[in-house]
C-alpha cells in the first residue's frame, strides 16, 4: 500500500472527508504507475480539515508554499500543499475543496459517490475534466480516460 492511500485512510477515518484525484487517482485508473504526490478533494467544513491537519501534524507537515489549509481560502478557489519526511520518501500533498473545471453539481454527485469506497478517488469524467489545463503531459491520459468512458470492460467505477 502506497502513502498516499494509507493517508486517505487516515484522512477518511470515521467519515469520508477526502477524496483522492489528479495523479493518484491516474494511477488508479491504471494508466499510469506513479505520481509524484498525494492530490485531495476535501468537504468544505471545518470539522474535516481540523481532522486532516491533525493527521498531518502527525507525520510532522510543514506548508510548501501557496494558501493554508483553511475555508477562507479554499472556498475562494485556492489550494494548499504541504509535505514530510518518512525514513525514505518525501511525500508532498495538495488539497482543494473546488477542483477546477467541476460543476457543483457533479461535486456533490462524487461525494454520494464515493461514500463507502477504499479509497475513494475520482471517476474518469471528472478526472479528464481536471486534466484539462494546458500541460502536455495531460493529453495522453485525458484519451485514455476517454476510451475508460467508452470501453464498459475497461471501467472501474
Not at 480539515?49 to 481560502?73: E, K
Request: aromatic share 8%; with cysteine; net charge positive.
Amino acid at each position: 500500500m502506497t502513502i498516499y492511500l494509507e493517508l486517505t485512510r487516515e484522512f477518511n477515518d470515521g467519515r469520508l472527508r477526502a477524496i483522492l484525484c489528479s495523479g493518484q487517482a491516474v494511477v488508479l485508473h491504471r494508466l499510469a504507475i506513479m505520481s509524484k504526490d498525494g492530490d485531495w478533494i476535501l468537504r468544505e467544513d471545518e470539522e474535516a480539515l481540523d481532522h486532516v491537519l491533525r493527521v498531518l501534524a502527525r507525520h510532522g507537515a510543514r506548508y510548501r508554499f501557496g494558501a493554508p489549509l483553511d475555508l477562507r481560502w479554499l472556498v475562494g478557489g485556492w489550494s494548499s500543499h504541504l509535505e514530510f519526511r518518512t525514513k525514505t520518501l518525501r511525500v508532498r500533498t495538495d488539497f482543494f475543496t473546488r477542483p477546477p473545471r467541476v460543476e457543483k453539481t457533479s461535486l456533490a454527485q462524487l461525494w454520494r459517490e464515493q461514500e463507502g469506497r477504499d479509497p475513494p478517488f475520482t471517476g474518469a469524467r471528472i478526472l479528464a475534466d481536471m486534466k484539462k489545463t494546458n500541460r502536455e503531459k495531460d493529453y495522453a491520459v485525458i484519451g485514455e480516460l476517454a476510451r475508460l468512458m467508452t470501453d464498459p470492460r475497461d471501467q472501474l467505477l
